[in-house]
Every structure is written in C-alpha cells, then in structure tokens.
C-alpha cells in the first residue's frame, strides 16, 4: 500500500488560510469516508486534528476543517496562528483492515 | 486522563528481536482497539499493527507481517509488540495508539519508544 501523497510543504501569513491536499486512489481516500489528519510539534505525538473526513475532536478549534472529493481529501486551517506551524499528516482506511498515512506536509506561519 | 506510556526501545543487531510494551491508563483497557504506529529518523508516520480489545483479533502491515507479533495483557493495562529478525529499516519512534483502526481515528497517543537497528 502506496503513503498518500501530501505536498512537502505549505505556508501562510497570520491569519490567512492554508490547504493541505492527501491524494490516494478508489482504494483508500475515495473509497470511504475514513480520512484523518493529525498535527505533529517537533519532537512531539501527533495530535487528532481531524476524523471522518470533516468531524473535529472536543477541543480542537474550529479554523481547522476537512473535505473531501474523489480521491482527494483536503485540510483547510483559517485564520493562521503562529502554533499552527507543524507537520499535518492525513491517513485513511485502506480496507482489509489496513490504514494508510500521507507523506506529510510542513506548515510554516510567515 | 487517558495515558499511553512505551517502554522497551533500544538499539539491536540486524536480525535481533526486541519486545516493546505501553501501559496504558484513564479508560476501559479492554473495550478500546489498540495500535502500533512508527516513524523513521525525519519521516512520516506508517501504521504497523492494531489489535481488538478481547485481543482476538490482530492485524499488521504488509511490511512487517510474519516478523512482528502485536499482544495485550488486559489484567495489567498493557500492549505489546513482540519484534523478531529486525531490519535496519525498522529502526524508527514507535508509538502506541488508542484508536478504531476500521476509522483510522487515533485519539489518544504516547510518547513513542525509539528502536535502533545498526550493527
């Protein structure tokens, strides 16, 4: 099973938004409507941002949101902060009992 | 609050073995699906094993299928992951993680354990 593909980085001032892209295939991303993302510190767990697509865990914020068309899921964080610069993560069921990650993509608040 | 403490990484010969464990507290151990996450030196995360909470059913990726053996002891909190004929690629931090592998929604993590594979 192929990592999902995530762009290596992306960036945006305070208060801006930013999108993250998580490509996979019918086999994962566009086959179901598992599609997580996680928020990773240096040095530190990652961190539930994100579940089912578009549900938020209590206490995550609600400048962080999800979507998903095709074969492509999407995490978009408004209203910029600087604690928001991280490595963001998706992962998907991949079916047969089998979870696939994105490879990742570095966050930088300019 | 819920808890996730791995213990048990070290550095290895190729071909070593080497048994991680977490013990976990602040939930009901037994009703919660358990898993094994890695994450090479700078590298993404990669799901490597989950186990159901009665520990009935167990399920790993392709890349370590054969070699690694996930367990649990629900009288004493704890998850295992017995690690056999080891590879300089498996050297990573891995992690335990409270969650429904079928939803892939991991909601609670530890620390991570780190295991070297290096002659």
């Known amino acids: 099973q192929s990592a999902l593909t995530q762009p290596p980085s992306a960036s945006g001032s305070p208060g801006q938004s930013v999108t993250i892209s998580c490509t996979g295939t019918?086999?994962?991303?566009?086959?179901?409507?598992?599609v997580s993302w996680y928020q990773q510190h240096p040095g530190k767990a990652p961190k539930l941002m994100i579940y089912e697509v578009s549900k938020r865990p209590s206490g995550v914020p609600d400048r962080f949101s999800g979507s998903k068309s095709g074969n492509t899921a999407s995490l978009t964080v408004s209203g910029l902060q600087a604690e928001d610069e991280a490595d963001y993560y998706c992962?998907?069921?991949?079916?047969?009992?089998?979870?696939?990650f994105g490879t990742g993509t570095k966050v930088t608040v300019l | 609050e819920v808890q996730l403490l791995e213990s048990g990484g070290d550095l290895v010969q190729p071909g070593g073995s080497l048994r991680l464990s977490c013990a976990a507290s602040?939930?009901?151990?037994?009703?919660?699906?358990l898993n094994w996450v890695r994450q090479a030196p700078g590298k993404g995360l990669e799901w490597v094993s989950s186990i159901s909470g009665n520990g009935g059913s167990a399920y790993y990726a392709d890349s370590v299928k054969g070699r690694f053996t996930i367990s649990r002891d629900n009288s004493k909190n704890t998850l295992f992951l017995q690690m056999n004929s080891l590879r300089a690629e498996d050297t990573a931090l891995y992690y335990c993680?409270?969650?429904?592998?079928?939803?892939?929604?991991?909601?609670?993590w530890g620390q991570g354990t780190l295991v070297t594979v290096s002659s």
């Open positions: 992962s998907s069921s991949a079916g047969s009992n089998n979870l696939v």
């Open positions: 993680a409270k969650g429904w592998l079928s939803r892939g929604d991991f909601d609670y």
């Open positions: 602040g939930f009901t151990f037994s009703s919660y699906t």
């Open positions: 019918s086999s994962d991303v566009g086959g179901y409507n598992y």
